[in-house]
């Protein structure tokens, strides 16, 4: 069964930060891997998808990247705002449509 | 991609009640999910719900509990039945469209 695992938990930035989020799975056979934002209470807003034959995928100052071979994914957000204070997900999609999401990081961005 | 509205966006209920959510999407869909976020953690699948066809529920998971409707390929419902304050939850419907996964704005459900 696949496990999702993001590290830290919580990271708290001062504005102006690049920074860096991790998700690990156990299990290499993946179809895609998502990332999404969750602000409180709120639904999830996904941000990029990388498909299992890709290395990475870049939208504005976000960049996801994927090894599937270690088993890991990073979600780089550059130059950090405040406005990106909010969860941050993924979720990895096997071959068999099953979907497995991390408990996520919560970022704070200081002004 | 797809867009997704759900409502309520938030309840208070009281214990013994129940409480339906409603999702429409904006395009036609197969398959639609509804996951449930426990306070600080993360999701869990209820169930799977076709069109014309009784939804599959996950482990753990009863239809007599969460009754879901799916009259077409646009619209759900997700029915919390006979609350208990355990059932304090965030309740998101999502569709996939080409492998990605989209949200509802999530309906953040407190039993008292």
């Known amino acids: 069964k696949q496990e999702v695992t993001q590290i830290p938990a919580a990271l708290s930035v001062p504005e102006g930060e690049n920074l860096v989020l991790n998700c690990s799975f156990t299990d290499s056979a993946i179809y895609n891997l998502q990332w999404f934002r969750q602000d409180p209470g709120k639904g999830l807003t996904s941000l990029l998808l990388i498909q299992s034959s890709q290395r990475e995928q870049t939208s504005g100052r976000l960049n996801a990247s994927l090894d599937k071979s270690s088993g890991r994914s990073t979600l780089y957000i550059a130059a950090s705002q405040p406005g990106d204070s909010a969860t941050y997900l993924c979720a990895v999609k096997d071959n068999n449509n099953d979907m497995r999401f991390g408990a996520g990081t919560r970022l704070t961005v200081k002004p | 991609s797809a867009v997704i509205s759900q409502k309520p966006s938030r309840d208070i209920c009281q214990r013994g009640t129940s409480l339906t959510i409603q999702c429409q999407v904006d395009s036609q869909v197969t398959m639609m999910f509804w996951y449930r976020q426990q306070p600080g953690q993360s999701l869990t699948l209820i169930a799977t719900?076709?069109?014309?066809?009784?939804?599959?529920?996950e482990s753990g998971f009863v239809i007599d509990k969460f009754p879901i409707s799916r009259p077409n390929l646009t619209f759900s419902t997700l029915t919390v039945s006979n609350m208990s304050p355990e059932d304090s939850s965030i309740y998101l419907c999502s569709v996939e469209v080409g492998g990605e996964a989209f949200f509802g704005q999530g309906t953040r459900l407190t039993v008292v």
């Open positions: 719900a076709n069109q014309g066809s009784e939804a599959t529920y």
